[in-house]
């Protein structure tokens, strides 16, 4: 049985849960941090943050090199078997590498989590490198096509929520406006795809589609490259349509498998009607 993170013994379970929720989040830079700047970002006291360090690099949470701690294997275990058993993800997963090879660009497959994206796999190759973002990583949503093709078809409370908070500028080209981000999202409802023309990474664009009902999609899938590679066409707008539409086909029948035989009307999707009809992708002139 794994030990417990010892905290004063007047201290809470859920309070301690609390403190190590935060202490793990002070990792989000992808460095390795030292005592005090742990104690720092989460504003805690520096005695208790190094007592749970050290009870959490026993635990193999953390690793300790001299005076810096940085995330540890234990993390990178239960990292990989949670996105292994995301439901999306499995559904996805046939799919992702025949776009890949189709577009030669680098596809992405993400979910919504608040105000953020967050990438639940990334296949790309050696262009892959290049582009800022892994599996796990968070992105606004607002300035990734993967968040703005989820955006542009949830309820709309849902846009409220995410315009009262500031929306951040990642390049110059990030919509900042909520006026501006409102058009946008009702141009993307309009041709079915969603473009991120440099909004995210300098240099890098993305054309994304969504995942799932009209109304409530789930995920969404995008192909991603060099801007001045990109066709923003039908080119890599069917291709991404009609991948998106296999997910989410594939989930929904799992679904059903789990439940067994029923009687239903297969929810509207987007692109269930003009996904069938598209043309073959074409692969991009490198």
Same mark, same amino acid.
């Given at each position: ?47 208790? @943050?190094?007592?749970? +360090? ?27 078997? &949670? ?9 996805? %997963? ?13 596809? $992405?497959? %993400?979910? +919504? ?18 582009? =800022? ?10 300035? @990734? ?35 501006? +981000? ?19 990474? =300098? ?26 590679? +990109? ?11 009609? @991948? ?29 009607? %003009? ?6 992708? $074409?692969?991009? &002139?490198?």
């Amino acid at each position: 049985m794994v030990p417990a993170v010892k905290d004063s013994p007047d201290t809470p379970p859920i309070a301690a849960i609390g403190r190590v929720s935060a202490l793990l989040d002070a990792f989000d830079g992808g460095n390795r941090l030292t005592l005090a700047q742990i104690a720092r970002r989460t504003g805690l006291p520096r005695s208790s @943050t190094h007592r749970m +360090l050290d009870q959490l690099v026993r635990l193999q949470w953390l690793l300790r090199s001299g005076h810096e701690y940085e995330l540890g294997t234990k993390l990178i275990e239960l990292g990989h078997r &949670a996105v292994h058993q995301n439901r999306v993800y499995r559904a996805a %997963a046939p799919f992702l590498w025949d776009l890949h090879r189709a577009t030669g660009m680098v596809v $992405h497959l %993400a979910i +919504l989590d608040g105000a953020d994206v967050v990438y639940l796999e990334k296949v790309g190759g050696r262009m892959g490198l290049s582009i =800022p973002t892994q599996v796990g990583s968070r992105q606004p949503a607002h300035c @990734t096509g993967v968040g703005k093709a989820i955006l542009a078809y949830r309820p709309l409370g849902r846009l409220e929520d995410l315009e009262e908070a500031e929306l951040t500028r990642k390049t110059n080209y990030s919509i900042t406006d909520s006026a501006e +981000l409102r058009v946008a999202l009702s141009e993307i409802r309009t041709r079915g795809v969603a473009f991120d023309r440099e909004e995210c990474a =300098p240099g890098f664009g993305c054309v994304a589609a969504p995942v799932g009902p009209i109304d409530e999609p789930v995920a969404a899938v995008s192909v991603c490259g060099p801007v001045d590679r +990109l066709p923003f066409d039908n080119r890599l707008a069917a291709p991404v349509r009609i @991948t998106a539409l296999q997910i989410w086909r594939n989930l929904d029948d799992a679904a059903v498998g789990r439940s067994g035989p029923r009687q239903r009307a297969r929810q509207r999707t987007v692109g269930t009607n %003009a996904a069938d009809h598209l043309p073959t992708c $074409h692969k991009p &002139a490198r």
